[in-house]
């Protein structure tokens, strides 16, 4: 290791490991705290790096271990939120784009079909139902992310007709006028 760089701040502080190394072995490292390792380090010591795929997420000298800033935690349940959000927008584009196409002549005399607001409905729903399974997929794992995830799609589901109810029952016609 070359040096550190140790900078407490009360709004942004840098804990900086500078490294020498392999062509694999980053040049810089954000340790994420000064505790318990690279404090102690002096430029010349030689450290052990632990990389995974891209990420440097350890530092050690002899028996002293430190964890690094840098480690893939969250990105896998980020990414899986993101491949479920998407294709609900992309589904539901198709689906308007398609019936919209095949029925131009029908839809311009009629105007367009209440299905299209509700599947907008619907995949509007299944994409915010993403937060909700992200910040669980955050404290557990992918799998019961994707299960959060498909459990509130039939929520989403029934709230958006029993919307469509309330919005078409005879609650919702216009009083009849008085003489």
């Known amino acids: 290791m070359t040096r550190t760089v140790i900078k407490e701040q009360a709004k942004s502080s840098q804990y900086t490991l500078y490294l020498n ?32 795929r891209d990420y440097a997420t350890a530092v050690r000298q002899g028996k002293i271990s430190q964890e690094t800033a840098d480690t893939p935690q969250g990105e896998p349940a980020f990414v899986c939120a993101l491949a479920l959000a998407v294709p609900s927008g992309g589904a539901y584009g198709l689906y308007a784009g398609g019936t919209a196409l ?69 609650h919702a016609r216009p009083p009849a006028p008085t003489a």
């Open 102 to 170: 095949t029925r131009a002549r029908r839809h311009a005399v009629q105007g367009l079909p209440a299905t299209l607001v509700t599947r907008g409905k619907e995949a509007a729903g299944a994409a915010l139902c993403t937060l909700p399974a992200l910040v669980v997929g955050d404290f557990t794992n992918v799998p019961v992310m994707l299960m959060v995830w498909l459990g509130l799609l039939p929520l989403v589901r029934w709230v958006v007709h029993r919307q469509q109810q309330r919005s078409t029952g005879r």
């Open 21 to 52: 190394g392999p062509t694999q072995v980053p040049h810089s490292i954000d340790m994420g705290a000064s505790e318990p390792l690279l404090k102690r380090l002096r430029p010349g010591d030689n450290v052990t790096v632990t990389l995974w």
